[in-house]
């Protein structure tokens, strides 16, 4: 019991060291910060209190589309091939220039489409996407080599719906009368589960010890019984070697 004590206050201690340390600012926040203050003076769309974790790095195409407010026609881009190819996916299109029997997936990095991918085999059908009235899976498709001169392949892609979550404080009160909650929970836990183990030990052993004292009367009987037998059979065996002797004298 007085283990169980010391061991709470110990948690809450530690509880509430965690809490205080909470309200000061962590180098992490920091860089947090400054990283959404540098986007921002890049001109970054930052919605409200937002600050998302993973960004797109833009290629240095869209770098100078975004300094110059111009965008650069594909051969500015430096790319190659004679059969446009547009992604559409929701409001978002993006286009490329691709080569015929040229890898579908490739292109769509090239162009900068997000497709989702499984299994990259042709088999589970996440990458779908719909092209000219068809569906097909870009990660096994390939750009097709019979289109007409100047015809687009346009690839209707699925839209991906994002959420955006705000992962909000760290600590709030909730969450900490929360963790405080848990723990206490945890240690009753703890110590109901180390009593019924002691329980459970305690019994066993009483039950090896009667094991123990019950196999050690048996060896004990077993032997009194083969001594018993042995001397039994001893004199057996010189009443006969004394009843010979007797036949012979006579
Ligand atoms: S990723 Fe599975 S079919 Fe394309």
New binding site residues.
């Given amino acids: 019991m007085v283990k169980s004590i010391l061991s709470i206050l110990f948690v809450s201690q530690a509880l509430l060291s965690s809490f205080s340390r909470g309200f000061q600012t962590s180098p992490c926040l920091h860089q947090r910060q400054s990283s959404s203050l540098l986007r921002m003076a890049e001109g970054d769309n930052v919605k409200g209190s937002y600050d998302p974790k993973w960004k797109k790095t833009l290629t240095i195409a869209e770098k100078q589309a975004l300094e110059t407010g111009k965008e650069m026609t594909e051969k500015e881009k430096g790319l190659i091939g004679n059969i446009p190819v547009v992604f559409k996916s929701g409001n978002e299109t993006k286009t490329t220039l691709a080569l015929p029997n040229q890898p579908l997936s490739d292109v769509a990095v090239q162009a900068g489409a997000f497709i989702r ?12 996407a719909l092209c000219n009235g068809k569906y097909i ?4 498709e390939t750009v097709p080599a019979d289109l007409k001169q100047g015809q687009e392949l346009v690839i209707q892609v699925k839209a991906i719906k994002s959420k955006r979550v705000s992962s909000g404080k760290f600590y709030t009160a909730k969450s900490v009368v929360m963790g405080f909650w848990n723990n206490l929970l945890g240690m009753v836990g703890f110590v109901k589960t180390r009593r019924a183990a002691k329980k459970n030990w305690e019994e066993r052993q009483e039950y090896e010890d009667l094991i123990a004292k019950r196999t050690k009367e048996i060896k004990a009987e077993r032997l009194a019984r083969e001594a018993a037998d042995a001397i039994a059979k001893e004199s057996e065996a010189t009443a006969k070697e004394n009843e010979v002797k007797t036949t012979i004298k006579l």
């Fill in positions: 991918y499984g299994c990259k085999k042709g088999e589970c059908g996440t990458c779908e899976r870009p990660c096994v």
